[in-house]
């Protein structure tokens, strides 16, 4: 059984990539990337066959996008029997008649999920239907994926399985810093990061540490108080280091599609101050933080509720590990092999 997984690129890699190199473990398959902000050689690092950049790019946006697309229709694959893709722009790879196909859904596009008019959404809408129902196999990321798949294109996926997290990597034992929080995430409107930053001012005694960037920051950094550091993007030891000494996470992004950061602040041992919104609630409960409302005020709230409760970091950790990378390339392995055999 010969796979190529096809995954549609990325500038800043995340946990979509994280998916398509642990999917590339698992079925020890060739990578093609329709784009990338990374050189050939650092995907290689971590995959184990041969790796094909279809174009190397600093730009993401609308045209990127239609270029990649028109990139995935001309990619020939027919040395291959079984075709893994990733991202809206891989559902344009288009199979022989003998290959099976099998798509990983992270959420449908954002087109679709919140329409605001205008021809050209609707036409990216409605292409990505006709490509999505044209796929025999569906993989979910998140029961809250499953649900919109099921919404937008009146088609139940296959199998739901959670992208992989580097659960190992994190200590949940480490000494906390005394009323040390952390926000890991891009500083984007969707995730809400200036919820979290006006929530300091009513916790002088606190700091938080922004790991991540993006279009907000320096609106962020203008605005924010004393009490907040702006770290950027950091090496993967700052940020597991960063984690395992804080006391409490936030994660507060609109209802989520899976949501990597709350498992990876789990896998510190480090209680979660996340959104009651999916798919967020469906990671987090008592015993592993606490869920408020996306306001200022009821994240205040949720950080002097972690404050005054007795966390058992081992257990959250142990919580995290339904997540791990074992288990994601099992699972990938096994629902590949049944559906070609």
């Avoid at 730009?59 to 029997?81: F, K, P, Q, V, W």
């Avoid at 099921?150 to 959670?162: L, P």
Wanted: net charge negative.
């Amino acid at each position: 059984m010969r796979v190529a997984v096809v995954h549609d690129g990325t500038i800043n890699p995340g946990g979509a990539v994280r998916v398509v190199t642990e999917a590339a473990r698992a079925l020890d398959a060739d990578l093609y990337v329709g784009f990338s902000g990374k050189e050939r050689e650092w995907w290689q690092q971590r995959v184990p066959n041969d790796v094909s950049i279809l174009r190397r790019t600093s730009r993401s946006g609308r045209l990127n996008d239609i270029r990649t697309a028109h990139s995935m229709l001309n990619l020939e694959l027919h040395d291959y029997d079984v075709l893994f893709t990733s991202g809206p722009a891989a559902k344009f790879v288009q199979p022989y008649d003998d290959q099976l196909r099998v798509h990983y859904l992270h959420h449908p596009p954002l087109a679709a999920l919140w329409f605001e008019g205008g021809l050209l959404s609707y036409l990216v809408k409605s292409l990505d239907r006709l490509e999505t129902l044209t796929i025999p196999a569906v993989i979910a990321n998140s029961k809250l994926t499953a649900t919109r798949a099921e919404r937008h294109y009146g088609e139940s996926v296959d199998k739901v399985i959670c992208p992989p997290v580097d659960v190992e990597s994190f200590d949940a034992t480490r000494n906390r810093r005394s009323k040390q929080l952390v926000l890991v995430g891009r500083l984007e409107e969707r995730k809400r990061p200036g919820v979290a930053v006006d929530a300091m001012r009513q916790l002088p005694e606190y700091t938080l540490k922004v790991l991540g960037d993006g279009p907000l920051r320096g609106m962020l950094e203008r605005n924010a108080p004393d009490n907040v550091e702006f770290k950027g993007y950091v090496d993967d030891e700052t940020l597991r280091r960063t984690v395992e000494q804080s006391v409490a996470g936030l994660f507060l992004a609109e209802r989520e599609d899976f949501g990597i950061t709350p498992i990876e602040y789990m896998a510190a041992g480090t209680p979660v101050v996340g959104v009651d919104e999916p798919n967020t609630k469906n990671q987090v409960d008592e015993q592993t933080g606490v869920l408020v409302n996306p306001t200022p005020d009821a994240v205040t709230e949720g950080v002097r509720r972690v404050e005054q409760t007795t966390w058992d970091h081992a257990a959250i950790r142990e919580r995290a590990t339904a997540y791990s990378t074992d288990r994601f390339r099992e699972q990938v392995e096994g629902f590949v092999e049944a559906e070609y055999f």
